[in-house]
């Protein structure tokens, strides 16, 4: 086995990566007749210099079965380990977990989820659901976003995972209940190898507009198999002369889905869609 390690580039030099998140989720294991985690495989493809990944990296709570049967009548095979059974409740469970995905040949080393319907109230990471003031979690990011107005920080980007679809989000302070902040981009990418989820209610506390978006149908369950194909990654490149950084939001089959460029500002950060 052979290791590589590179460093951030001491010249001025074009650098590249890829991030994803969520593997192994929802009961879809590893297929090795369908070629197993192939997202793996794109990105390494697209020869980044980095991956970041954002998790999730286990589901310790979701066992992976050796047979699922799809809804044209397929079977989805998995690869099965005895600590993937079960929900994990032991250390060697735990650790079972994270063994597992390395068994992939392919491997390499603020949204709404509602739990009151009743109340239309919930929360997932951070959006509390009511598109008022920030409540809960959000007090937290209103104070970074807070922070990087009144610092002057400019050209941040969020890249996020966790919703098991791709999206570009522009947050802009004028759509806003919350306005103290600076306008930015939100990235999101994923399932790396997991159930493709449906679009998730928006959240206006701080002023999101969905500028690109693809997902499953709402009126399907959050449970679509990788054999879908609406599988995701994202693509970031920034050039070294004109530090002018290229957003690809991408799929398993490396199709460019949605791409925008983002100029180097001096001031404060980057305009609109």
Known sequence: MVGRFRT???????????????????GWGIDESRGGMRTYATMLRNRPDFLIHSGDHIYADIPVLPEVELPNGEIWKNLVTEEKTKSAE???EFRGNWKYGLLDNNMPLALIRIYDPDRNWGYEAIAQGDNGPPRGRELELADIL???????????VWLTADVHYTAAHYFDPNQAAFQDFDPFWEFVSGPIHAGTGALNQIDKTFGRQVVYAKARPTEQNFSGAPSEGLQFFGHVSIDG???????????VDDHALWSTRLEPKTGNLNGGP
């Open 8 to 26: 951030a580039p001491r010249d001025r030099r074009s650098v590249s990566f890829v991030w994803s998140g969520d593997q192994v989720g929802q």
């Open 90 to 92: 032991t250390l060697a």
């Open 146 to 156: 807070s922070f990087i107005k009144r610092g002057e920080i400019s050209n941040t």
């Open 241 to 251: 002369m004109t530090e002018v950084m290229t957003i690809t939001l991408k799929d």
